[in-house]
Nanobody
Framework: QVQLVESGGGLVQAGDSLRLSCAAS????????MGWFRQAPGKAREFVGS????????YYADSVKGRFTISRDNAKNTVYLQMNGLQSADTAVYYC??????????????????WGQGTQVTVSS
């Protein structure tokens, strides 16, 4: 069992930056690919990006490519989502996700084994 806890969300203005963190406990994070999803009101949960076990391979959704950066620190059992150039369309609840043994590729929500509780990001224009 893996427990994931996100932090770092908040209210920012368009063009600002924000960094989300996801702290994992229960199992060694290095065995899991890690990812981020988001869900806006009335919309389906959307893949943001994922990172491989060692952090050497990262895959991003086109909507965030060039603006968002995923990184991980396995020694700290923590994954990060650095978000730059935020837009109102980025407003959503952001979820951390874990998937055993694979990362750095596109993930469907049903492929995720563990979810965090989510953290709200609101971007005002």
């Amino acid at each position: 069992q893996v427990q994931l806890v996100e932090s770092g969300g908040g209210l920012v203005q368009a063009g600002d930056s924000l960094r989300l963190s996801c702290a994992a406990s229960g199992r060694t994070l290095s065995a899991y690919g890690m990812g981020w999803f988001r869900q806006a009101p009335g919309k389906a949960r959307e893949f943001v990006g994922s990172i491989s076990l060692g952090g050497t391979r990262i895959y991003y959704a086109d909507s965030v490519k060039g603006r968002f950066t995923i990184s991980r620190d396995n020694a700290k059992n923590t994954v990060y989502l650095q978000m730059n150039g935020l837009q109102s369309a980025d407003t959503a609840v952001y979820y951390c996700a874990a998937r055993l043994g694979t990362g750095g590729t596109y993930w469907r929500p049903d492929e995720v084994q563990y979810w965090g509780q989510g953290t709200q990001v609101t971007v005002s224009s």
